[in-house]
Each structure stands twice: as C-alpha cells, then as structure tokens.
C-alpha cells in the first residue's frame, strides 16, 4: 500500500477507536503525575547529544497507563510516558513513550505483556537518533519489596507509599545499557475526561536526540488520528 494511503487509513482506524473509547486509541486508562527528571550528564565517553551532555533537572508530567485497556486482572502493555517541561528551553518541551518490553537484546525492542508496573524494562521498541547514533531508550524501574500492579488505582495506592524511581538508559540494538537520566514520579494529577496530555515525540524532540525514521510517518497519523478522535 502506497505510504499516503497506509498513513490516511491509520489516522481514520486512530480516529474511530478513540472516539469509541472517548480517550487516546492506545493507552486509554491511566493515572498523570507529577514527576522530576534528573539529566546525569556525561560520566564518561560523550553522547554527542546538547542535551544529554551536561547535568539538568526538569520538572515533568508523566502518566502509567495499560496500553490495551484490559481488564485490570490480566497483563497489559504497560505504558510509561514522559513529557519533560522546557528541556529545550521555554516552551520546548521533550516526550519520551516506553512500553514494557522484553530484556534480552535480540529482543529488547519487542514489546511485552506484564502486570507488574515494575517488573522490567520499558522500551521505546522504535530506534532514535542520539548524537548521530541509532540507539534504544529505555527505562528501568527500581523494584519495591512487593510488586506494584498497573492498574491505575493500584498505582495510586503504590504513590501514596512515596514515589516511583526509574533509570533511564539508552544502548545500541546489541548493545549495553547506560544511564543518562533518573525519572521520579510522585504525585497524581486530576484528570478529567478527555484531558489526557497529548504526547507526541515527533512534536517534541531535541537536537541529537530525535526519533528514527522507522514508520514514522505511520506513526504521526496513528497519533493525529487519535488526538482528533478524542476532540
């Protein structure tokens, strides 16, 4: 199928599961928060990235969400997404969306079932470009002594015991993981219907750090469809 049409018939399939669900296509059930992001800085070789380079703190929105929307007893593809504000200075913000994923890297990009939000890597499955290089992001969390499921209400139960810590790291497909980042995710926001953030990571990149060119025109409209869906 011809790219303008494949990208014209994922908008339209975005756009009536999101108005069916009255909520994002993908993702539809979820809990924002407020959160920190903490830049390490290179701590060694570059990462040729403006961004990553030098240590920073940015104050971010985030929301855990089931990626199905399955009953909330069974495994889901979990969601982590995360805006940070003005990472790029005012009014340039940085998204960053990770589903749960496998660890071995042959597979590390596929995405997987799970419900401990918790339990393992969530992945960006899709390369980016960072500094030049094709790279995975991923976060890992940092395990509580009881697992954490990913129902939104379990979640706010699990927040009200103090927060959720990831290591955010990146590595080339075969590569071995590096932090760049700890995300700190505390306290739930209100979130009336239909006010999910729309997150966007083509919208909201930065320099040296941006998505690959894999499905991303795809992707756009899949996004597009399903902001206009919700509206």
């Given at each position: 199928?011809?790219?303008?049409?494949?990208?014209?018939?994922?908008?339209?399939?975005?756009?009536?599961?999101?108005?069916?669900?009255?909520?994002?296509?993908f993702h539809p059930r979820g809990l924002t928060c407020t959160g920190e992001l903490t830049v390490t800085g290179a701590s060694g070789?570059?990462?040729?990235?403006?961004?990553?380079?030098?240590?920073?703190?940015y104050a971010c929105v985030v929301r855990l969400s089931r990626g199905a929307g399955l009953p909330w007893r069974l495994p889901d593809w979990l969601g982590l997404a995360v805006r940070a504000l003005e990472a790029g200075g005012p009014g340039r913000h940085l998204d960053l969306l990770l589903t749960?994923?496998?660890?071995?890297?042959?597979?590390?990009?596929l995405p997987l079932p799970r419900g401990d939000a918790l339990g393992g890597?969530?992945?960006?499955?899709?390369?980016?470009?960072?500094?030049?290089?094709?790279?995975?992001?991923?976060?890992?969390?940092?395990?509580?002594?009881?697992?954490?499921?990913?129902?939104?209400?379990?979640l706010r139960r699990a927040l009200a015991g103090g927060p959720l810590v990831f290591d955010l790291r990146?590595?080339?497909?075969?590569?071995?993981?590096?932090?760049?980042?700890v995300l700190t995710v505390r306290s739930p926001l209100p979130e009336?219907?239909?006010?999910?953030?729309g997150y966007d990571v083509y919208e909201h990149s930065l320099p040296g750090l941006v998505?690959?060119?894999?499905?991303?025109?795809?992707?756009?409209?899949?996004?597009?469809?399903?902001r206009r869906g919700r509206r």
């Open positions: 199928m011809p790219g303008p049409l494949r990208a014209r018939g994922t908008r339209a399939g975005f756009r009536l599961l999101a108005r069916l669900r009255r909520a994002p296509a070789a570059p990462w040729y990235a403006p961004w990553l380079d030098g240590p920073g703190r749960t994923s496998a660890r071995p890297p042959v597979v590390r990009h890597p969530y992945s960006g499955l899709l390369p980016y470009r960072v500094g030049g290089r094709r790279m995975l992001l991923a976060a890992f969390p940092r395990r509580r002594l009881r697992p954490v499921h990913g129902d939104p209400a379990a990146a590595a080339t497909p075969l590569g071995r993981w590096r932090t760049f980042a009336p219907p239909g006010s999910t953030p998505p690959g060119p894999a499905l991303a025109t795809v992707r756009r409209a899949a996004y597009a469809g399903s």
